[in-house]
């Protein structure tokens, strides 16, 4: 069972940024995200997007594989309630869904056939007294064949937090303290647990992590509780820890929110968790953002979009209006005639992106009436209104059957 070790250090889900609920489209376009992110081509030279890449590529492999997600999430469910191999009478217990009987209730001489493994192992039909426990959970197990196992706990628990964020912060990346409150590790015992660093291999388990006994025809296997699984006992454990090697308190750390966030993302930093018991790993640390709305751009993917408000003239005559940008405003030139609600195009000032090219700004011309008029103003404008139906035009030639002249 070489991939039961494997898979007991593996968190997939986190490795995608999402949670085991996920539907297959969720899994295979955070797969395809991730991946383009990461990718070394992307990145010559750097090892941590390479690792990502891998860790990335190596959690699709199993979780975008409809057999192989099955056999992951059942090892995952049965390392977290405490059993690894667990076989009861009629219905069975440890495994999801149990092993079902048919008849019988003794597995010692009654024949294999009666057992049914379709619900427990997502493989119809049952199996036969010819067959070894390897073939049977060779499946489960991406069908590995080694005995070596270890109840070892990985790591610590994963922890989620919520911040919310101005839209500007979110569109050009900020980092953000925050408090965290759970199990850190003992800054006495450095998270061994001992308050000398001694530890001894545990004398019920051999320092396998497990303990073993016969039921029939099966053979169960349990975390050792007298080590908890680690295969070593503290013999002298910390006074302030208790042997743990963790202690709860509030601690404040600075998050580092990537550029190019958007609304309901979720930020996953590795390691910054809860720690893990006895020096192991710290879990992963989950941001939940939320992006407040911007009272002048708006977010389309890479691209932000603004609407400006301009007058009739700078429309029909043509000229140049200043634009916002999340740097400095621009320039940007309306050519004579734009008809209103027209949108310009100003490249490479949207959002950036990784790769270090940005999206676009995308500038609406919106024209304002004026509702006051002097008397200057409004005797020039019924100048123009008369020299405008002198000349022909009509806004509402060929509109809803009206007249193609200036009537």
Same mark, same amino acid.
């Given at each position: 069972?070489?991939?039961?070790?494997?898979?007991?250090?593996?968190?997939?889900?986190?490795?995608?940024?999402? %949670?085991?609920?996920?539907?297959?489209?969720? =899994?295979?376009?955070?797969?395809?995200?991730?991946?383009?992110?990461?990718?070394?081509?992307?990145?010559?030279? &750097?090892?941590?997007?390479?690792?990502?890449? !891998?860790?990335?590529? /190596?959690?699709? *492999?199993?979780?975008?594989? /409809?057999?192989?997600?099955? /056999?992951?999430? @059942?090892?995952?469910?049965?390392?977290?309630?405490?059993?690894?191999?667990?076989?009861?009478?009629?219905? #069975?217990?440890?495994?999801?869904?149990?092993?079902? %009987?048919?008849?019988?209730?003794?597995?010692?001489?009654?024949?294999? *056939? *009666?057992?049914?493994?379709? +619900?427990?192992?997502?493989?119809?039909?049952?199996?036969?007294? +010819?067959?070894?426990?390897?073939?049977?959970?060779?499946?489960?197990?991406?069908?590995?064949?080694?005995?070596?196992?270890?109840?070892?706990?990985?790591?610590?628990?994963?922890?989620?937090?919520?911040?919310?964020?101005?839209?500007? +912060?979110?569109?050009?990346?900020?980092?953000?303290?925050?408090?965290?409150?759970? @199990?850190?590790?003992? %800054?006495?015992?450095?998270?061994?647990?001992?308050?000398?660093?001694?530890?001894?291999?545990?004398?019920?388990?051999?320092?396998?992590?497990?303990?073993?006994?016969?039921?029939?025809?099966?053979?169960?296997?349990?975390?050792?509780?007298?080590?908890?699984?680690?295969?070593?006992? =503290?013999?002298?454990?910390?006074?302030?820890?208790?042997?743990?090697?963790?202690?709860?308190?509030?601690?404040?750390?600075?998050?580092?929110?990537?550029?190019?966030? =958007? *609304? #309901?993302?979720?930020?996953?930093?590795?390691?910054?968790? @809860?720690?893990?018991?006895?020096?192991?790993?710290?879990? &992963?640390?989950?941001?939940?953002?939320?992006?407040?709305?911007? $009272?002048?751009?708006?977010?389309?993917?890479?691209?932000?979009?603004?609407?400006?408000?301009?007058?009739?003239?700078?429309?029909?005559?043509?000229?140049?209006? $200043?634009?916002?940008?999340?740097?400095?405003?621009?320039?940007?030139?309306?050519?004579?005639?734009?008809?209103?609600?027209? %949108?310009?195009?100003?490249?490479?000032?949207?959002?950036?992106?990784?790769?270090?090219?940005? #999206? &676009?700004?995308?500038?609406?011309?919106?024209?304002?009436?004026?509702?006051?008029?002097?008397?200057?103003?409004?005797?020039?404008?019924?100048?123009?209104?008369?020299?405008? !139906?002198?000349?022909?035009?009509?806004?509402?030639?060929?509109?809803?059957?009206?007249?193609?002249?200036? @009537?």
């Amino acid at each position: 069972m070489a991939m039961q070790q494997e898979w007991a250090n593996k968190d997939y889900y986190g490795d995608l940024g999402l %949670t085991s609920s996920a539907s297959a489209a969720e =899994i295979k376009k955070a797969y395809r995200k991730l991946a383009r992110e990461n990718h070394p081509d992307s990145h010559p030279g &750097d090892k941590q997007a390479e690792e990502r890449f !891998k860790r990335v590529a /190596e959690a699709y *492999d199993v979780l975008g594989d /409809e057999t192989k997600r099955k /056999e992951y999430d @059942e090892f995952k469910s049965m390392m977290n309630s405490g059993g690894f191999m667990r076989f009861g009478g009629r219905g #069975g217990s440890g495994f999801p869904g149990g092993f079902r %009987t048919t008849g019988t209730t003794d597995f010692g001489a009654s024949g294999f *056939d *009666d057992v049914g493994f379709g +619900e427990s192992f997502g493989q119809g039909g049952g199996f036969s007294a +010819e067959g070894s426990l390897g073939d049977i959970f060779g499946g489960l197990f991406n069908r590995g064949g080694g005995t070596g196992r270890s109840a070892r706990p990985t790591r610590g628990a994963d922890v989620e937090t919520h911040i919310t964020l101005d839209f500007r +912060e979110a569109v050009k990346g900020t980092t953000i303290p925050v408090e965290l409150t759970g @199990e850190a590790p003992c %800054t006495d015992c450095h998270g061994s647990g001992s308050a000398t660093g001694k530890t001894s291999t545990c004398p019920d388990c051999g320092g396998s992590g497990f303990v073993s006994e016969q039921k029939g025809a099966f053979g169960m296997s349990r975390p050792c509780t007298r080590c908890g699984g680690t295969g070593q006992v =503290i013999e002298d454990p910390c006074p302030t820890c208790s042997g743990s090697g963790t202690v709860r308190r509030t601690r404040s750390i600075t998050v580092r929110i990537p550029a190019g966030v =958007i *609304d #309901g993302q979720k930020v996953r930093l590795a390691g910054q968790g @809860e720690a893990g018991p006895n020096g192991t790993p710290a879990g &992963d640390l989950f941001v939940n953002v939320t992006v407040r709305p911007d $009272t002048v751009f708006t977010r389309d993917g890479d691209d932000l979009a603004v609407t400006v408000p301009v007058s009739f003239t700078e429309l029909a005559l043509g000229g140049a209006v $200043t634009v916002p940008t999340l740097d400095n405003p621009v320039k940007v030139k309306v050519p004579a005639g734009t008809p209103n609600g027209r %949108t310009l195009r100003v490249k490479g000032r949207g959002v950036a992106r990784k790769s270090g090219t940005a #999206g &676009d700004l995308m500038v609406t011309v919106e024209v304002q009436v004026p509702k006051n008029l002097d008397a200057t103003a409004t005797s020039a404008l019924r100048a123009y209104a008369q020299a405008e !139906k002198d000349s022909g035009f009509n806004p509402r030639a060929g509109w809803a059957g009206a007249p193609t002249g200036n @009537e």
